[in-house]
């Protein structure tokens, strides 16, 4: 089988070297160049795209634009004056798929069949042979050209036999990449202006649930100084306008990702034409005023962050207040370990702890004074200053010497004005809130971002290893706070996105497990994602947390991005519509419930798909 190539650039020509030694292939490209290398490596020239056409059985593009590639099937010396039936082509540009099948209706018509198989990863990942391909047309032609894309990369996945599909697949896959990127961006800057070192930061969010593709590639590089990409911010621009037009052109709108484009284009018309989509960093670090890569005082203080350990498990009594869904979690994880002490107003949950081994205390000040170590887990920092400084509060049995661990999700002013109080009275606070959920607290793979003196942080340290050995030193007191409200911030943007964006393929006729296998491999996953999808298609939760607590926590995360000057625009955008949502539907719903508004936004059913 003979095969030709036409698209040389960046992208197309690591995909056609793929080919070379395996197929017999021959080229074409308007950069003779290009053309020239492929000539050095043993591949075929032809003179013209018509030429390539009569001499290959199968044709294949990548070119920039859809209108491309309409020019090189039916223009001058185009493909359609060599084609003849029974040739197929594969178009693999990332294009617009309601034109792409008005091209597929032409070439059948002349019995030539066309596939789009549109790829995501990057040009390292081609070269590699691992790039995400997305393949839809008809079956006959895929089974013909499979053996082809699979020579390109083992990473090949059928998106139904509709032509268009697979670069509809794309455009999701690309709008959540944006979407999340300009989040992820954004949310760190306020972590960054607010004190935290962007290595603390990428390592946290990598061990929480609000991992995604930015964070686990274009972070780490960023730390350490180098490129993750070198995609050109233009054609992101041209992807995330393509999706959000097939949002429109279906009736689903895409708020968050119109940010997105807003900012992508502010990128482009500020920085220039020639900007690559690393360059958005520059970006968000002039509207932030601040820089992510860490500086010399920033890194130092990172590398500092391993707290070496000065008590053991078993040395420290240990008393916890707050029996919520995650406190009792907590608990019980510390109870495989250790006697724990208990506290909550509310005497059945004490009593099914008990009834576990935990020790009920018949007070605060007694839990207080049985205790080397308290930790707390409340609704917000409120609620621990009650429980701390209260009528008949912890403050009652506290002595110079205890340590308070405060593992609410809190305003980290607050928790910082608490402990300068409790300072006095010789007492430390360490903040250690967590991230994960009850199921991952009883399983111990809890991310816990611990803050304070770093002597009381390596003397607890056992203690919260003994929850998960994921914990993460994030600084002075009240650090741990903001970092666990940069990662809710990203998990909540995480969320929303892919809702947003599952909502647009769906109602352009996308399948729900075609979105999920492939964004699950390729830039767009997010470890939200992952979860969200598969309680989107069967129901059930994917979190236990109540809106009114995700409400909470993004208030919070915008403030401190307000009074350190970091515009968080998606961040924000997300938090009113997570406010919108919690009017709806009530504060005591589930943020499982979310997906119901952007069902009826959409006019869509996520179970039908």
Known sequence: MKVGYIGLGAMGAPLAQRLIGTYDLCVWDINTAAVAEFEKLGAGVASSAAELAYRCDVLMLCLPRTENVRQVIFGAQGLAQGLTPGKIIIDQTSGVPEQTRDIARQLEAKGVAMIDAPVAGGVAAARAGKVTIMVSGPDSAYQTVSPILHAISSNVFRCGERVGDGQAIKLVNNVMNAACRLATLEIVAMGRKSGLPLATL??????????????????????????????????????????????????????????????????????????????????????????????????????????????????????????????AALVRRLMKFRKVQVFDVRPDIVRDLEADGAVAASDLPSLARDCDVIMICV???????????????????????????????????????????????????????????????????????????????????????????????????????????????????????????????????????????????????????????????????????????????????????????????????????????????????????LARLFEARAGITFAAA
């Open 202 to 327: 990428t390592d946290l969010l990598n061990k929480s649930t609000a991992r995604n593709r930015i964070t686990e590639t274009m972070l780490p590089a960023i730390v350490e100084g180098r490129a993750a990409t070198n995609f050109a911010l233009p054609l992101m621009v041209k992807d995330v306008r393509q999706a959000i037009e097939l949002g429109m052109n279906a009736g689903a709108p895409m708020p968050v990702s119109s940010i997105a484009l807003g900012l992508l284009q502010t990128g482009v018309n500020t920085l220039g034409q020639d900007a690559r989509l690393e360059d958005v960093v520059k970006l968000i670090e002039s509207m932030a005023g601040t820089r992510l890569r860490d500086d010399a005082m920033s890194m130092s203080m990172s590398m500092s962050t391993s707290t070496a350990a000065t008590a053991g498990r078993d040395e420290l009594t240990v008393g916890y207040v707050g029996l919520g869904a995650m406190g």
């Open 379 to 593: 609704p917000d920092s409120t609620v621990v200053r009650e429980v701390v400084f209260g009528k008949g509060g912890l403050r009652e049995g506290l002595a110079a010497g205890k340590v308070v661990i405060d593992q609410t999700t809190g305003d980290p002013s607050v928790t910082r004005q608490t402990a300068e109080e409790l300072r006095a009275l010789g007492v430390a606070l360490v903040d250690a809130p967590v991230s994960g959920g009850p199921s991952g607290a009883q399983a111990g793979t809890v991310a816990i971002m611990c803050s304070g003196a770093q002597d009381v942080c390596a003397r607890v340290r056992p203690l919260l290893e003994s929850i998960s050995p994921n914990v993460v030193y994030c600084g002075e007191t009240g650090y741990g706070h903001i970092a666990k409200l940069v990662k809710n911030a990203l998990g909540a943007c995480n969320r929303l996105i892919a809702y947003e964006a599952v909502a647009m393929g769906i109602k352009n006729g996308l399948k729900l497990r075609d979105m999920e296998k492939v964004i699950n491999s390729g830039s767009g996953w997010s470890a939200t994602f992952e979860r969200v999808v598969p309680v989107l298609a069967a129901g059930g939760r994917s979190a236990s947390l109540r809106l009114e607590l995700m409400v909470k926590d993004l208030r919070l995360a915008c403030e401190t991005a307000m009074n350190c000057g970091a515009p968080m625009l998606i961040a924000n955008a997300v938090r009113n519509a997570v406010e919108a949502g919690a009017n709806e539907l009530g504060g005591d719903a589930n943020i499982d419930e």
